[in-house]
């Protein structure tokens, strides 16, 4: 396995000169809306997400409005997101299944996360770490960084999250995430990105 001691040093040098950029899980008001603007934000980039979040929450900031609104008026709202047609049905099911089998609160479990629509494990993981639990979510950037720096050698996200559970302390497994996307959305040249992690690598 990794050394901790050497990852946690190259973890603390991925957090130095990153852009203090705001990612689409943060800053909403209410859990409901920061799963929401997870769920939009698959394959599409955080900018553009919490744009079409704010709109849609005007409209519809709850569960029980969001599971009443007609597909077509949501596909309007957040048509700017990819695969904006799929993600319309999945909000509107997902809101539906929280007002009606979790009397409209977001379960705080991944077991119960992962069967809402739209709701994959990178996702639920995503929500998680946002609200203090212990979860690492996996998305290409972590994937991407973990591997290059050798903390892992797996495109697999669940063997790639269960390796990182094992060599960084619980305490920061919910800065892993928000620390490699704003690292890889602050290095866009991929050039840049592997010259700093090239650096990182050798420490």
């Known amino acids: 396995m990794f050394p901790s001691e050497k990852a946690l040093k190259q973890l603390n040098l991925l957090k130095k000169d990153i852009k203090k950029i705001r990612l689409a899980a943060e800053e909403w008001e209410t859990p409901f809306q920061t799963l929401i603007s997870i769920i939009l934000s698959a394959r599409t980039r955080d900018e553009t997400t919490i744009e079409v979040c704010k709109r849609l929450f005007e409209k519809f900031p709850t569960a029980q409005k969001l599971s009443k609104a007609s597909l077509r008026e949501v596909e309007e709202i957040i048509k700017k997101v990819n695969f904006f047609q799929n993600k319309s049905k999945n909000i509107i099911q997902c809101s539906e299944k929280i007002v009606k089998e979790f009397n409209s609160k977001?379960?705080?479990?991944?077991?119960?996360?992962?069967?809402?629509?739209?709701?994959?494990?990178?996702?639920?993981?995503?929500?998680?770490?946002?609200?203090?639990?212990?979860?690492?979510?996996?998305?290409?950037?972590?994937?991407?960084?973990?591997?290059?720096?050798?903390?892992?050698?797996?495109?697999?996200?669940?063997?790639?999250?269960?390796?990182?559970?094992?060599?960084?302390?619980?305490?920061?497994?919910?800065?892993?995430?928000?620390?490699?996307?704003?690292?890889?959305?602050?290095?866009?040249?991929?050039?840049?990105?592997?010259?700093?992690?090239?650096?990182?690598?050798?420490?």
């Open 106 to 203: 977001i379960p705080e479990k991944i077991e119960k996360l992962i069967t809402l629509p739209g709701v994959g494990r990178k996702t639920a993981n995503v929500f998680l770490s946002e609200f203090n639990h212990d979860a690492i979510g996996v998305d290409t950037h972590v994937t991407y960084i973990s591997n290059y720096l050798g903390w892992v050698n797996s495109e697999k996200p669940e063997l790639i999250e269960r390796t990182l559970k094992e060599i960084f302390p619980k305490s920061i497994w919910s800065e892993v995430n928000p620390t490699l996307v704003r690292f890889g959305k602050t290095y866009t040249s991929k050039t840049e990105k592997n010259k700093l992690l090239d650096e990182i690598k050798r420490i």
